[in-house]
């Protein structure tokens, strides 16, 4: 084989990647993936899809290697194959937001007008947890948290987010999170909060990208070593 011929075939093979990832859909499964493993049934209903186009995006992804699937009992449990998925995503988004105008647009249109003012970095958050200045809240759907959160936070859904606002401090900061920098969930709570008089900031990320920097996180309260060094919220 020559080197032109290898090249070719290699860069073929890279291209199956951006076949499979030209899927708005899939993009968004691999989103939800990102949160925590789900089951098709689970997956086809947070996404809106049927079942049956639910298993085909999925089935395509892992032949790629993008997810791995276990059986449960008669459920197929499909997980993000490895971080470097979830970083895979991050880049589309960045290089995205930066190179097209539809993008820029878009975002400016939808979640910027939400909330000029500017967002909470992982730096920021971790040093206001550790001195005590903040009430930090996952407003993602309970069992992505329940899959993984950031150790301290409280589970408060955008959904019963009015029930619960008496449980906040009000003389405290309320730092909101969810899914990712384009999950309008914080967006919504953030606004919420602040109608009712909370002084209320977003994280700037979402959990998978804390987790990606190799930040703590917990599961049933039970903190889990990060990658790289250990950094106390």
């Known amino acids: 084989m020559t080197t032109q011929r290898f090249k070719q075939d290699l860069n073929d093979q890279f291209a199956r990647l951006g076949k499979v990832l030209s899927n708005g859909r899939r993009l968004e499964l691999l989103e939800h993936l990102a949160q925590g493993e789900r089951s098709v049934d689970g997956l086809a209903r947070v996404a809106g899809l049927s ?6 995006h999925l089935q395509r992804m892992q032949q790629a290697g ?5 059986r449960e009992g008669k459920q197929v449990i499909y997980s993000i194959a490895a971080d470097d998925v979830v970083e895979l995503l991050d880049v589309f988004r960045r290089v995205g937001e930066r190179h097209l105008a539809e993008v820029r647009q878009m975002v400016d249109a939808h979640l910027h007008q939400k909330d000029a003012l500017e967002p909470v970095s992982a730096e920021e958050l971790i040093e206001r947890c550790r001195k005590g200045l903040v009430t930090l809240i996952d407003v993602r759907p309970e069992e992505e ?43 919504e709570a953030v606004a919420r909060l602040r109608e009712a008089g909370f002084q209320t900031r977003r994280l700037e990320s979402g959990f ?26």
């Open 66 to 70: 993008l997810v791995t699937a276990r």
């Open 51 to 56: 079942v049956a186009n639910t298993s085909q």
């Open 145 to 187: 948290y329940e899959a993984g959160h950031i150790p301290g936070a409280i589970n408060v859904s955008v959904r019963d987010l009015e029930r619960r606002m008496a449980e906040l401090d009000p003389e405290r900061e309320v730092i909101a999170y969810c899914r990712g920098p384009y999950c309008t969930f914080s967006f």
């Open 208 to 233: 998978p990208e804390w987790k990606l920097a190799g930040l703590p996180t917990s599961i049933d309260d039970t903190e889990t070593e990060p990658r790289t060094s250990r950094v106390e919220p």
